[in-house]
């Protein structure tokens, strides 16, 4: 069976209803038949039946053997976080997700757990981070926003060697494009809110293993925490997950699309897009992705932040916000929004120039975006010159 048809045929038709979209189990509580008799629900924290189908499907999708769904990307990171004790460390990509950087900063350090960030675009960087403490290893590939490529298989292997976890945030390729248990990863977490919802109308967070040792160990920090996604959330994921696999193929081609655009326009510097053979690690990405992706960044020759804000500010189809992976395109510039509190320097040392601009392509058609993008650079003030 090929990939679409197993993910929609996982979903289970409700057994008590035949009922064919995935009930929504709005309850808090189970009747017990006895004391501790029960049909393998007590209490909606420790389990829920809609969430159940949806922690299933992640687990299938990513080629995993369990699943775990949490109240939000950040809260799914968290839990595998709390695998750790005090005094352990982490390696983790240079280019982490802010919201990743803050919580291991300011929550996780004062209980001794320490990070050191990494290049781990070249692999070897990490053998020499390495320590007798080191018990994490954590990366994005494509990374946010420039798209640094890592090899994960490569990685793995370190991984491996030296006995350390290998989390990898899948955000960015959504496991249509990208499955990196496949590849020797242990953990992979995903923001929900993006890609796998896909619609932008939820915050949702979800964690698999790769062991269901480790799936225990999830499932007991999940309990025990308590940041559960909720029923009409799951619900919503497992709605989005039906149509992912049309929908990343389609936001990669038309990124696809864009991203040559972009490489045509005089005013634009760099573009930065897996799928463009320019792109470091092209050859990487292709190897372990199968589609590239919906995400482009760029930047400009006159590197003016008035100019990049301009260009944020005027695209019609192109909607001016945070986040990423709906069917609607967004656009952002990074150093007012998403990474304003990085400092100028650190900021341009990872690509993050005042002009970078972010683009979250959505399912329109490619033509109207290219239109949209090609308007606003023959509007731009110091074209005009
Ligand atoms: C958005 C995002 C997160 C955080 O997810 P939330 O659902 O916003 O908590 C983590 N990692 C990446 C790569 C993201 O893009």
């Not at 197993?6 to 709005?26: K, M, N, R």
């Not at 890609?195 to 967070?205: C, E, F, K, R, T």
């Not at 463009?276 to 092209?282: K, M, T």
């Not at 960044?297 to 945070?322: G, M, P, R, V, W």
């Amino acid at each position: 069976m090929q990939e679409n048809t197993a993910i929609l045929h996982s979903i289970p038709v409700d057994p008590l209803t035949g009922a064919i979209s995935t009930p929504i189990y709005q309850t808090s509580t189970f009747v017990q038949q006895a004391p501790g008799v029960h049909l393998g629900f007590d209490y909606a924290r420790s389990n829920n039946p809609t969430r159940a189908v949806l922690e299933q499907l992640i687990a299938k999708l990513e080629k995993g053997s369990r699943g775990y769904a949490f109240a939000s990307g950040l809260a799914a990171i968290d839990a595998v976080i709390k695998l750790l004790e005090q005094g352990d460390e982490i390696i983790a990509v240079d280019d982490i997700y802010g919201g990743a950087f803050r919580l291991l900063t300011h929550v996780y350090q004062k209980f001794g757990i320490t990070v050191k960030y990494v290049d781990t675009t070249h692999a070897p960087n990490i053998l020499e981070a390495i320590t007798p403490k080191t018990k994490l290893l954590w990366i994005e590939t494509p990374t946010n926003p420039t798209l640094k490529i890592s090899d994960l298989q490569a990685i793995a292997h370190i991984a491996q060697q030296h006995n350390l976890l290998l989390c990898v945030d899948n955000t960015f390729a959504s496991p249509a494009a990208q499955q990196p248990i496949t590849l020797g990863a242990d953990l992979v977490i995903h923001s929900a809110t993006k890609y796998l919802g896909g619609h932008s109308d939820l915050i949702a967070g979800l964690v698999v293993t790769k062991t269901p040792e480790l799936g225990e160990k999830i499932k007991f920090i999940q309990n025990a925490s308590g940041a559960i996604l909720g029923p009409f959330d799951a619900w919503l994921v497992i709605r989005g997950i039906e149509t992912l696999g049309l929908r990343v193929k389609q936001h990669s081609q038309n990124a696809q699309a864009i991203a040559e655009f972009l490489l045509t326009q005089p005013s634009v510097k760099n573009v930065y897009y897996p799928g463009l053979p320019s792109h470091h690690n092209h050859h990487i990405a292709a190897q372990q992705q199968r589609h590239f992706g919906g995400i482009i960044a760029f930047d400009l020759h006159s590197d003016s932040k008035e100019d990049a804000a301009y260009i944020a500010s005027n695209t019609q189809l192109f909607k001016l916000a945070e986040s990423l992976g709906g069917v609607k395109s967004l656009v952002c510039q990074p150093c007012e929004m998403t990474h304003k509190s990085i400092p100028r320097e650190k900021r341009y040392a990872s690509g993050v120039t005042d002009s970078l601009i972010r683009l979250s392509v959505g399912l329109e058609d490619a033509e109207d975006l290219i239109n949209d993008l090609k308007h606003v650079f023959s509007t731009l003030k110091s074209d005009r010159k």
